[in-house]
């Protein structure tokens, strides 16, 4: 069974360093979204493609945070400078119309 | 935007007690799923339900999109039921996004 593909699976690091994630969709799928999930709480979208085109990011925190899908296909989601707020669980998910699938996520510590 | 509300926040049950969690959505929405997130943080497909009802298994989910809400029914709950519940629903709140109930948890006794 085809499923979403995240990295790394666990990552800390310290403030003021820069963090990248990595997603790689199931293949075929046009939507691709990043949610931001800290404890206790639902995740919360932060950006959506379709294809390589964002098609939401009203939640990005602009100033420290960057997206992108170039080829439509896999995507990198990157903080700099990283803040102690920013330690949460980062999720990938794909779709091909509007269910959603979701990957492993990454679980950010930022010390 | 469109507000969810799930309930209850928090749920404790014996082994093969059966329970039913509740989400409820303030505007109208184009779809739901409800999802599973694991002790891993893993979100599990439970079930796209935008509208009716679905089975699968020991699980079912109901939603009655024009009152605005939707059930999840777990029957004979087993102890790998535990984890946190979502709903999510799709719908227009400032543009058309994805937006997440707050959960509940659950915990299954053996």
């Known amino acids: 069974e085809a499923e979403v593909a995240q990295s790394p699976r666990y990552k800390i690091t310290e403030k003021s360093q820069a963090v990248a994630f990595w997603c790689d969709p199931i293949?075929?799928?046009?939507?691709l979204y990043w949610y931001r999930q800290i404890l206790g709480q639902g995740p919360e979208l932060l950006v959506q493609?379709?294809?390589?085109?964002?098609?939401?990011d009203s939640q990005l925190p602009k100033d420290r945070f960057s997206a992108e899908r170039l080829k439509g296909v896999d995507s990198t989601l990157k903080i700099q400078p990283a803040e102690l707020g920013d330690s949460a669980m980062y999720l990938c998910a794909s779709s091909k119309s509007y269910e959603q699938y979701f990957g492993p996520g990454t679980r950010l510590t930022v010390t | 935007g469109i507000q969810v509300e799930q309930s209850p926040p928090d749920l404790i049950l014996q082994e093969g007690a059966n329970s039913t969690l509740r989400c409820n959505f303030s505007?109208?929405?184009?779809?739901l799923q409800w999802f599973h997130q694991n002790p891993w943080g893993q979100l599990i497909n439970l079930f796209y339900?935008?509208?009716g009802t679905k089975q699968n298994g020991r699980l079912s989910a109901t939603t009655v999109a024009t009152e605005r809400y939707s059930l999840l029914y777990i029957s004979s709950s087993q102890t790998t039921d535990s984890g946190v519940y979502f709903c999510a629903v799709y719908g227009n709140t400032g543009g058309f996004k994805t937006i997440f109930g707050a959960g509940t948890r659950l915990f299954v006794k053996a």
């Open positions: 493609f379709q294809d390589e085109s964002v098609v939401d």
């Open positions: 293949s075929g799928h046009a939507t």
């Open positions: 505007d109208s929405v184009n779809n």
């Open positions: 339900i935008p509208s």
